[in-house]
């Protein structure tokens, strides 16, 4: 249970992190 709700976070952390270097480029692309 507990293993599993590491990895869904994990999961949504990588998610997340990749979502704000995606934006942050669009950004840095824009100046």
């Known amino acids: 249970m507990t293993s599993s709700t ?12 990749f979502n704000i270097s995606v934006i942050g480029g669009f950004i840095f692309l824009s100046l």
């Not at 590491?6 to 992190?17: E, N, P, V």
């Open 6 to 17: 590491d990895a869904d976070f994990s999961a949504y952390y990588a998610g997340l992190t």
